[in-house]
């Protein structure tokens, strides 16, 4: 004969929900712990390297940063960019990293050295972001030219061994998986393609898409809109699994993601705000002014309840429980 627990009364069920609810605003971080400051105008992104021990950041000063977060140090600056730096992305094992900008040029770093190792031409327009594959062999870019290209680290080669052409318009930013290369664009799409098979699959959101995350367990996309609305897409089938609505973002390129638990969704406001959702019902679970002006940039620490927010105001903060 099996076990059976007593049923619970709806008070009980209630006290409980509201319980859970406490406990994982309390574990969300709200706590300013640092300010870096160093750029001189908007920083355009901050993200934390592969273990959470350092940031990179990048702005309209045509710089790259190196910070120790956590001590509010800043380590290192990368200079070679004509015009503004628009993202930023160092390899697993922190030795390298990546640039794209208004320059339209993608730039290849040695992270020790401050040395630029290549630098990849051939976007027609600004680019827009940056992401290396999972070997750090390969860079994926994305642009104003409608198209993400990926260019080859280990060759000597500029040209691209890829360009992916199929979007209408920009192409805001891109994600990757071992097998795909994910891009959301301004005409609305968001677009997977499988590189082993060469085969794209497109879901239209029918708006303006300026950023696109991956769930940490490679099962969702989540993409930012210009429309004031976050979605999360089911990253097999493409269905529309949930919205996420409360902050402003209508004329910016707005980072979003997910907690490292992926029990919440976080996203940027135009209006100095962070956002915390509960990834399930898309409630408002946290909300607090972060930045004196527009918030660019969001990034969540792979294991702590940690994150960096970036800004138009020039400062990167660092937020924890």
Request: net charge negative; glycine share 8%; aromatic share 8%.
């Amino acid at each position: 004969m099996g076990f059976h627990f007593p049923e619970r009364s709806e008070e009980e069920e209630e006290e409980e929900e509201e319980e859970e609810e406490e406990m994982s605003v309390e574990d969300l971080p709200g706590k300013e712990v640092n300010v870096l400051k160093g750029h001189e105008g908007g920083v355009l992104a901050a993200r934390f390297n592969g273990d959470g021990n350092y940031v990179l950041s990048c702005g309209k000063d045509r710089t790259i940063r190196l910070w120790n977060p956590h001590r509010g140090i800043h380590i290192k600056t990368y200079k070679s960019h004509a015009r503004e730096v628009r993202d930023v992305h160092v390899t697993q094992d922190n030795s390298k990293l990546c640039s794209c900008g208004g320059d339209r040029q993608i730039f290849y770093w040695d992270v020790a050295t401050g040395r630029v190792i290549r630098k990849f031409r051939g976007h027609d327009g600004e680019v827009n972001g940056v992401k290396f594959n999972e070997y750090s062999s390969v860079v994926v870019s994305a642009g104003y030219d409608q198209s993400l290209r990926a260019w080859d680290c280990r060759s000597h080669s500029t040209e691209p061994i890829q360009i992916i052409d199929t979007f209408a318009d920009s192409v805001m930013s891109v994600c990757l998986t071992k097998t795909e290369i994910i891009g959301g664009s301004v005409d609305g799409t968001v677009r997977t393609f499988d590189i082993r098979i060469g085969r794209e699959t497109s879901d239209n959101l029918g708006q303006p898409v300026n950023c696109v995350s991956m769930s940490n367990d490679g099962n969702c996309i989540l993409a930012g809109c210009l429309d004031s609305t976050l979605r999360l897409l089911d990253r097999s089938t493409g269905e529309l699994l949930q919205e996420y609505k409360g902050h402003t973002n209508k004329s910016y390129k707005l980072d979003c993601c997910l907690t490292n638990t992926d029990a919440h969704v976080t996203g940027v406001s135009e209006d100095g705000f962070i956002y915390f959702w509960d990834l399930v019902d898309a409630s408002v679970v946290s909300r607090f002014k972060a930045h004196t002006s527009v918030v660019t940039s969001v990034s969540y620490h792979p294991k702590e309840n940690c994150m960096v927010t970036s800004s138009v105001d020039g400062t990167i903060r660092v937020w924890k429980t």
